[in-house]
């Protein structure tokens, strides 16, 4: 699954895997939905993390 991508993805990244728009993506960072990890202003998403969601919202 994603195996297009890198194992630490970006923010557009996790918008086309989700297919939603940046505002939906950082409501989920935010929240912790998606365990990620942030440096100042710059998001560091494992893909793992990701599939996690995708599972766990899913079941």
């Known amino acids: 699954?994603?195996?297009?991508?890198?194992?630490?993805?970006t923010v557009e990244d996790l918008c086309e895997m989700l297919s939603i728009?940046?505002?939906?993506?950082?409501?989920l960072l935010n929240t912790s939905a998606?365990?990620?990890?942030?440096?100042?202003?710059?998001?560091?998403?494992?893909?793992?993390?990701?599939i996690d969601f995708i599972l766990e919202s899913s079941a």
């Open 34 to 50: 998606i365990k990620a990890l942030r440096y100042g202003r710059v998001w560091k998403i494992p893909k793992q993390a990701v």
């Open 1 to 9: 699954m994603f195996n297009e991508y890198k194992d630490i993805v």
């Open 21 to 27: 728009r940046k505002n939906a993506a950082y409501a």
